[in-house]
């Protein structure tokens, strides 16, 4: 039997709260997996894990987390070869976060950074309980995932449980386009069908590339190789978990342990990431 661990990234103060009850994207979709034969591990992470001591942050941890961030757009604009366009990387992720902090007052840079401790570390808890639950297969959540048609979602998500060769990791979100990430030049077809009821798309990169981290499935083998190359990295200067897992990629790659396979793409992703609607 295939076994799937769902876990969800929110909080308590989350305008998506909706993810974190029965009528979230997370629950209904254990519940339509379960219903065709999938077993489901599902978890809902609502708490701040971010501890002031271990994880100390100040005005100062906001400047190298600034200059951090803006050398690892440029790090990751060259390794996407040829570089995204500066409008794709001003559309970024990265772009976005660099804005808020240099524009925002003191208190709200350092609360901005706080947060993205905690969702760092909300993260790698659930990445740590999906491994450690016995799975095969871990997708992540961030609660403003929602799917519009969680039928096709359902279906899509049981046909890539036993896809072969499997991915190392499915990014099944709909928020940057392919042309805003810079990286169509390196997708190309998978003969694989999406098992859904709605005409995708499933594309493999030739090497490792990501999209947000709103709905990610990881086979928990390749997980546990990232989380490993992830604790490798410093915990200091603090960026997003995309970007810390991009990092992670690109020391993957310079490894050798991912390569052309590790990476697949739904397009057009059958969950929606509200937040950027």
């Excluded at 990232?226 to 310079?254: G, H, S, T």
């Amino acid at each position: 039997m295939t076994s799937l661990f769902v876990g969800v990234v929110s909080h308590e103060g989350s305008q998506f709260t909706v993810s974190q009850g029965p009528d979230g994207l997370a629950e209904k979709l254990a519940a339509g997996l379960r219903s065709i034969g999938v077993s489901v591990d599902l978890r809902i992470n609502t708490a701040d894990l971010q501890d002031p001591v271990s994880h100390p942050i100040d005005e100062a941890t906001v400047k190298q987390s600034l200059r951090a961030q803006s050398q690892l757009e440029k790090d990751w604009a060259t390794y996407l070869d040829p570089p995204m366009s500066v409008t794709a990387r001003f559309k970024s992720s990265a772009g976005r976060y660099l804005r808020d902090l240099q524009s925002g007052i003191r208190s709200k840079r350092v609360s901005t950074v706080t947060r993205l401790i905690n969702i760092e570390l909300s993260h790698l808890d659930l990445f740590d309980a999906g491994v450690a639950s016995g799975s095969e297969w871990v997708l992540v959540l961030e609660d403003d995932a929602m799917a519009p048609n969680v039928g096709d979602c359902v279906a899509g998500i049981a046909g890539l449980t036993r896809a072969t060769p499997r991915p190392g990791f499915v990014n099944l979100s709909q928020s940057f386009s392919l042309e805003e990430l810079g990286i169509s030049h390196l997708l190309e077809p998978r003969g694989t069908p999406w098992q859904g009821d709605v005409d995708r798309r499933i594309l493999v990169a030739q090497r490792p590339v990501t999209n947000t981290v709103c709905a990610v499935m990881y086979h928990s083998e390749f997980l546990q190789h990232m989380l490993q190359a992830m604790r490798r990295l410093p915990f200091y200067p603090v960026v997003p978990i995309d970007w810390r897992i991009n990092q992670a990629l690109m020391a993957m790659v310079e490894a050798g342990t991912a390569g052309s396979n590790t990476a697949w793409f739904v397009e057009p992703g059958p969950i929606d990431q509200m937040s950027m609607r």
